[in-house]
């Protein structure tokens, strides 16, 4: 068995050399005739919905449209198809009209229309399979559809006739096989493949402990939790946690000198803060991520170097020998947020060169994402200030096109594009927007409007038009072109910090307000001394969503027990599985509108809750406390104000019992989820999300004197108005005292 067992290691450490000379990481073609031993093929399908396209409308005016799809750098694509469901127009000619299809830009097929009669419209819908050759496939791909319609014989023919159109049906499918590749053992491919950006499921990535860990090697696997999460992005991402365990896919196991899985028992003693990537002893085409360290301290210097040395890494092993932080974060600078202290253009908010560019006869909109601070003050303010400039190719003098600009769906200005618009043309607008202020108890007898939330999509959509002259003459289409300016800007230095707590839609959506500063200098996280294992898992994931939505790991968090002597007064606080001692003492000085403990259950809830009553959701006078007992899954996120300290908060993680952490860990994955976090408290069962919006309000931030006093009395009007009266009535006897003492002066000088 040792022998055995040596053989395995030595395969590790060799990383399969049998490929390491040929390999590239974008060179696939080495596995396409073979390999050494049969791999593992799976096999995946996927609907139009499921790659984000809600069928596909193709006409004369828009004739063509993609479907995008995605391969692992550590799979080949063995078979493609395409099962198409599609519907035409009657009008079209079959012996004219056709639908062609490319992947990458190479044709692939050419899909006749199908002749239809007027009286059995209802049974249009066409399927056809479509074999796609696979050898073209690359990381990132497109299938174009492309309409060739013809209504007409004749020679006059009106290319955006309304009788030109083609449908596919959102249930269409993408199918294929993929055969899994061995990829050598090299940090140069990382975090490829235990990440993969071109992989668009959610992350999964097992982390591996020989026992429970301690609180030092959790901080280290709660850092890379964070920055995984931030590489997952909008993927969402989960972290099952391990002990002792072969995991049987793409893993990360942390592990000292003293403390190793069984399985590394014979692995060479770490010599300092190292990162090996290493093949799976079992599963040969998977790959396990070493964290080593002699001490556990050592292991958040790897993690460490990581997050940070990772451009610089080759080979299969990374000593790290020191990590020095040049300069610590500073509020509100998280990589992902719009920056506060000076305006920023649109060119660094790209995700790829290209994004701000749109062509002719294209269905896709110029998108950006625009991510602010969850307390940025927006009261009273006309909206977010953009410099907007665009160019486009110009239309004739007859042609109307158009430019149309929306928010998160929501349409905010169209402006139309003149034949001069060569040139850079500059447009001064804001995008108008509501407070985001979640407990507003006004917010329901608001009328619907623009929000810039916290994470907002900007949206430019170029609509081109053609000039027709008479019945036979219209201008020939294609080469228009439309731009967004990288050099657009949006400023929001001149906005205050400034919010209402608690609020769960502004930990939900931005991680507020432990993301305040970037790396979590100013929070503590408490979570039992014994955890379990999803307790743990549940840390992870937390880690996880709070490094994807600032875009950077989570180096300086404190983390404690709950049985620790802490110290909690300059800190926000993160409370994670069950810690009863802990929370009794917050209990003590705090409210809790939601409180679970096994069985027994208490809420505080307005006394209606759904439509039309929703107003009663913030009227704490129609409330009523319920304790109960029940014995279903169950979980919350419960958010309020420190006891500690007035300006710090806390937002507590509880479930009904241990297993119910996994409602947390599935909702903070989950983005429809996600949006429904909202209030101060939010209760989760396994089917629905319930809001509360009671409890004591406290806020945070600061703002001008000024201000600060007229947005507090714009709650309490009548004492707004008697305020106003005892102004008017002090300026008044000012003035009349001033003018009695003119006119007597005046008198007397006359005398």
């Given at each position: 068995?040792?022998?055995?067992?040596?053989?395995?290691?030595?395969?590790?450490?060799?990383?399969?050399?049998?490929?390491?000379?040929?390999?590239?990481?974008?060179?696939?073609?080495?596995?396409?005739?073979?390999?050494?031993?049969?791999?593992?093929?799976?096999?995946?399908?996927?609907?139009?919905?499921?790659?984000?396209?809600?069928?596909?409308?193709?006409?004369?005016?828009?004739?063509?449209?993609?479907?995008?799809?995605?391969?692992?750098?550590?799979?080949?694509?063995?078979?493609?198809?395409?099962?198409?469901?599609?519907?035409?127009?009657?009008?079209?000619?079959?012996?004219?009209?056709?639908?062609?299809?490319?992947?990458?830009?190479?044709?692939?097929?050419?899909?006749?229309?199908?002749?239809?009669?007027?009286?059995?419209?209802?049974?249009?819908?066409?399927?056809?399979?479509?074999?796609?050759?696979?050898?073209?496939?690359?990381?990132?791909?497109?299938?174009?559809?492309?309409?060739?319609?013809?209504?007409?014989?004749?020679?006059?023919?009106?290319?955006?006739?309304?009788?030109?159109?083609?449908?596919?049906?959102?249930?269409?499918?993408?199918?294929?096989?993929?055969?899994?590749?061995?990829?050598?053992?090299?940090?140069?491919?990382?975090?490829?493949?235990?990440?993969?950006?071109?992989?668009?499921?959610?992350?999964?990535?097992?982390?591996?402990?020989?026992?429970?860990?301690?609180?030092?090697?959790?901080?280290?696997?709660?850092?890379?939790?964070?920055?995984?999460?931030?590489?997952?992005?909008?993927?969402?991402?989960?972290?099952?946690?391990?002990?002792?365990?072969?995991?049987?896919?793409?893993?990360?196991?942390?592990?000292?000198?003293?403390?190793?899985?069984?399985?590394?028992?014979?692995?060479?003693?770490?010599?300092?803060?190292?990162?090996?990537?290493?093949?799976?002893?079992?599963?040969?085409?998977?790959?396990?991520?070493?964290?080593?360290?002699?001490?556990?301290?050592?292991?958040?210097?790897?993690?460490?170097?990581?997050?940070?040395?990772?451009?610089?890494?080759?080979?299969?092993?990374?000593?790290?020998?020191?990590?020095?932080?040049?300069?610590?974060?500073?509020?509100?600078?998280?990589?992902?947020?719009?920056?506060?202290?000076?305006?920023?253009?649109?060119?660094?908010?790209?995700?790829?060169?290209?994004?701000?560019?749109?062509?002719?006869?294209?269905?896709?909109?110029?998108?950006?994402?625009?991510?602010?601070?969850?307390?940025?003050?927006?009261?009273?303010?006309?909206?977010?200030?953009?410099?907007?400039?665009?160019?486009?190719?110009?239309?004739?003098?007859?042609?109307?096109?158009?430019?149309?600009?929306?928010?998160?769906?929501e349409f905010i200005q169209g402006f139309t594009l003149t034949p001069e618009g060569g040139k850079s043309v500059v447009s001064e607008l804001k995008i108008p927007l509501l407070s985001n202020d979640d407990s507003d108890k006004d917010r329901y007898f608001s009328v619907p409007g623009f929000k810039a939330d916290i994470k907002n999509e900007l949206a430019f959509k170029f609509l081109f038009s053609t000039e027709k002259e008479g019945f036979c003459t219209t201008s020939a289409r294609g080469g228009e072109l439309g731009v967004i300016d990288d050099d657009s800007i949006i400023d929001i230095s001149d906005f205050h910090h400034y919010i209402a707590m608690p609020n769960l839609h502004a930990f939900a959506q931005g991680g507020f307000p432990f993301t305040k500063y970037a790396d979590l200098s100013e929070t503590s996280v408490i979570f039992p001394s014994n955890p379990s294992r999803l307790e743990l898992e549940t840390l992870f994931t937390v880690a996880g969503h709070i490094g994807k939505t600032t875009g950077f790991p989570i180096f300086n968090a404190d983390l404690h027990y709950a049985n620790e002597n802490i110290d909690l007064t300059g800190k926000d606080v993160l409370i994670i599985g069950e810690v009863e001692n802990f929370m009794a003492q917050m209990n003590e000085q705090s409210q809790l509108s939601v409180l679970l403990e096994q069985s027994t259950r208490e809420i505080t809830q307005a006394v209606y809750d759904g439509q039309p009553y929703d107003y009663a959701l913030a009227n704490e006078d129609a409330a009523a406390t319920v304790s109960l007992s029940s014995y279903g899954p169950l979980a919350a996120i419960v958010g309020f104000q420190s006891p500690f300290n007035t300006e710090r908060s806390v937002v507590s993680i509880m479930a009904n019992n241990n297993d119910d952490l996994n409602l947390i860990n599935n909702t903070l994955t989950d983005s429809g989820k996600l949006s429904q976090i909202r209030g101060n408290a939010t209760i989760i069962n396994p089917y629905k999300v319930h809001n509360s919006y009671l409890g004591e309000r406290y806020y945070i931030g600061s703002l001008p004197p000024f201000t600060y006093i007229w947005f507090h009395l714009s709650e309490h009007p009548l004492i707004l108005a008697i305020l106003t009266l005892l102004t008017l009535l002090i300026i008044s006897f000012v003035l009349w005292r001033i003018l009695s003492a003119l006119a007597k002066k005046r008198v007397e000088t006359q005398e």
């Open positions: 068995m040792n022998f055995i067992r040596m053989l395995l290691l030595s395969t590790c450490l060799a990383g399969m050399s049998f490929n390491s000379s040929a390999f590239k990481p974008t060179d696939k073609t080495v596995f396409a005739q073979g390999y050494p031993e049969q791999a593992p093929v799976t096999s995946h399908k996927f609907t139009f919905e499921q790659l984000n396209r809600e069928g596909i409308r193709l006409s004369g005016a828009l004739p063509s449209s993609d479907v995008n799809f995605t391969n692992r750098i550590d799979k080949i694509i063995k078979e493609l198809s395409v099962k198409l469901k599609h519907t035409n127009s009657p009008a079209l000619l079959s012996q004219l009209s056709h639908i062609k299809v490319y992947l990458n830009d190479q044709l692939m097929a050419i899909v006749p229309v199908t002749p239809l009669e007027y009286d059995k419209v209802h049974q249009t819908l066409t399927e056809q399979t479509l074999k796609l050759k696979p050898h073209l496939v690359r990381n990132y791909n497109t299938i174009r559809f492309e309409l060739i319609g013809h209504y007409t014989n004749e020679f006059c023919e009106d290319s955006t006739h309304s009788s030109i159109w083609a449908e596919l049906d959102k249930e269409s499918t993408l199918k294929y096989k993929a055969q899994q590749i061995a990829l050598k053992s090299d940090l140069s491919h990382f975090p490829e493949p235990l990440f993969d950006e071109f992989d668009y499921a959610k992350l999964s990535l097992p982390m591996v402990f020989a026992g429970t860990p301690s609180k030092t090697a959790t901080q280290a696997a709660a850092i890379l939790s964070s920055w995984f999460g931030a590489r997952a992005d909008w993927r969402g991402a989960s972290f099952p946690v391990q002990y002792d365990a072969i995991p049987k896919d793409h893993a990360v196991i942390f592990a000292t000198n003293d403390t190793k899985p069984h399985f590394l028992a014979d692995y060479p003693d770490a010599e300092g803060p190292t990162v090996e990537i290493i093949a799976n002893p079992e599963f040969r085409y998977k790959k396990l991520l070493l964290v080593l360290g002699r001490t556990e301290e050592e292991l958040i210097t790897a993690v460490e170097g990581i997050a940070l040395g990772l451009p610089v890494m080759t080979g299969r092993t990374a000593v790290i020998n020191d990590v020095f932080h040049l300069k610590p974060r500073e509020a509100y600078d998280a990589p992902r947020w719009l920056r506060t202290d000076r305006a920023v253009r649109f060119g660094e908010l790209l995700d790829y060169p290209t994004q701000l560019q749109t062509t002719e006869g294209s269905d896709q909109s110029v998108k950006l994402d625009v991510r602010l601070p969850p307390d940025l003050f927006t009261w009273r303010t006309d909206g977010l200030p953009i410099d907007l400039k665009y160019r486009f190719t110009p239309p004739t003098d007859k042609a109307i096109s158009r430019l149309n600009m929306s928010i998160n769906n």
